[in-house]
């Protein structure tokens, strides 16, 4: 009679905790999502010339949306590429073009601005837009120590509608890094990296890593230059990119 007891002790017990459960997962379905879930704008294609129709669009974000998409020339001067309303949806989508007379080349904030129908409440999103054609940059650290590990981040893009050929990519290593390696097919001699001849499709882009070590002393003062060859390519402005790493 004792273990019969202790049995049905035990499965209220069970039982309670299962309806406890039920009871918490009913109320996170109740509540739905949540209000901070994340919300990307999807901008493709991310890179061009000026004047290319660009695709902005996003989900997941509040239904009976204004959304207004702008492209930022400075923080006070903005140009409004496309607006539109998403309804009953939770989806949204416009198109609009990159304005030849603020194209700068180089990478350009777009914003997209979002009210609700009655004007209370809202949020915005950013993304980024690459105004190039076939152009280069590169990424590193501001400081480092010697001994470390630098790895340096090249970014081939072609932003031109037609693909570019004979693509050269040339790194003259200063001597204060030395090379561990390099994402393939480049290569290395004496200090140089070259990746290429290859050919890159319109509006595309390319990531190369050169992984170093620091061979400098503190205090010293580290300038590379990496730089991309190819036709066509007739805007010879973003051929070269630099970084400057001081060792500390």
């Avoid at 080349?105 to 105004?131: I, K, Y």
């Avoid at 501001?142 to 072609?158: F, K, M």
């Avoid at 693909?163 to 393939?184: E, F, I, M, W, Y």
Wanted: aromatic content about 4%; some cysteine.
């Amino acid at each position: 009679m004792l273990r019969a007891d202790r049995g049905a002790r035990r499965c209220a017990v069970v039982l309670a905790i299962a309806l406890v459960c039920g009871l918490v997962a009913t109320a996170a379905s109740a509540a739905g999502p949540s209000a901070h879930s994340r919300r990307t704008m999807s901008v493709a294609p991310a890179l061009g010339l000026p004047g290319v129709a660009v695709r902005f669009s996003g989900q997941g974000v509040p239904k009976h949306l204004r959304v207004t998409v702008l492209f930022d020339v400075t923080t006070r001067d903005k140009v409004r590429l496309c607006s539109t309303t998403n309804g009953s949806s939770t989806k949204w989508r416009c198109t609009g073009r990159i304005p030849a007379g603020y194209g700068a080349l180089g990478p350009h904030t777009v914003e997209m601005d979002a009210t609700t129908a009655s004007g209370r409440g809202g949020f915005e999103e950013l993304g980024t837009f690459l105004v190039t054609d076939l152009g280069v940059m590169m990424a590193a650290p501001a400081s480092t120590a010697p001994g470390d590990t630098v790895q340096l981040r090249v970014t081939v893009s072609n932003g031109d509608a037609t693909a570019a050929r004979g693509v050269r990519v040339t790194d003259r290593l200063p001597s204060g890094l030395r090379l561990t390696h390099v994402t393939a097919p480049c290569r290395e001699s004496r200090g140089v990296v070259a990746c290429g001849p290859f050919r890159m499709g319109a509006r595309s882009s390319r990531v190369f890593v050169l992984t170093t070590i620091v061979a400098a002393a503190r205090r010293a003062h580290l300038v590379d230059a990496v730089e991309v060859r190819g036709l066509p390519d007739p805007l010879k402005r973003n051929d070269v990119a630099r970084v400057e790493i001081t060792v500390t």
